[in-house]
T-cell receptor
């Protein structure tokens, strides 16, 4: 069965430091995509980063990078130089092959950035 | 280029009433997904539609819930005879390639 697991209900980090949010996934499908979304207290879902299962290099988008370890089935999000505005819920999600992007979400990690 | 639009942003219904949630995808997108988020949980897929077609409704409850995406106009998620357990945030998303963009959500409260 396809599943996303985020084992950290809550994390905190000091401003300007880096933080890693964990995500493991389970699928037998060889073709899949991995996503990270940010949900601030206002409630909207903000797309952060995408990694395809066949991508050779780890995805990066500004201060966000995805540490993709295919053999371990992990897709951790690394946020560098944390800012107070990074405080939010973070969701890892997976899409499967089949021609469309139906997403399976993890339970989320609440990140608090302390000054 | 406007993003995904959803309205209303907040909706209050009494038990037994109907709720209609609207979603306009991003310009040029013809694929719409609906998700539901219960408090303190991740999003759960409900249904995937293309114009005039339901492609995957595996996440939709069997009763009271329906969705459509007509040739003209927004996609509609309809919940008949709402119950308290339907209180949640309902998100619509549209996709282009590998990226999926979400609307701001509709927060449904059933009293």
């Amino acid at each position: 069965a396809q599943k996303i697991t985020q084992t950290q209900p809550g994390m905190f980090v000091q401003e300007k430091e880096a933080v890693t949010l964990d995500c493991t996934y389970d699928t037998s499908d060889p073709s899949y995509g991995l996503f990270w979304y940010k949900q601030p207290s206002s409630g909207e879902m903000i797309f952060l980063i995408y990694q395809g299962s066949y991508d050779q290099q780890n995805a990066t988008e500004g201060r966000y990078s995805l540490n993709f370890q295919k053999a371990r089935k992990s897709a951790n999000l690394v946020i560098s130089a944390s800012q107070l505005g990074d405080s939010a819920m973070y969701f890892c999600a997976m899409s499967l092959s089949g021609g469309y992007n139906k997403l399976i979400f993890g339970a989320g990690t609440r990140l608090a950035v302390h000054p | 280029n406007a993003g995904v639009m959803q309205n209303p942003r907040h909706l209050v219904r009494r038990r037994g009433q109907e709720a209609r949630l609207r979603c306009s995808p991003m310009k040029g997108h013809s694929h719409v997904y609906w998700y539901r988020q219960l408090p303190e949980e991740g999003l759960k897929f409900m249904v995937y539609l293309q114009k005039e077609n339901i492609i995957d409704e595996s996440g939709m409850p069997k009763e009271r819930f329906s969705a459509e995406f007509p040739k003209e106009g927004p996609s509609i998620l309809r919940i008949q005879q709402v119950v308290r357990g339907d209180s949640a945030a309902y998100f619509c998303a549209s996709s282009q390639g590998n990226e999926q963009y979400f609307g701001p959500g509709t927060r449904l409260t059933v009293t």
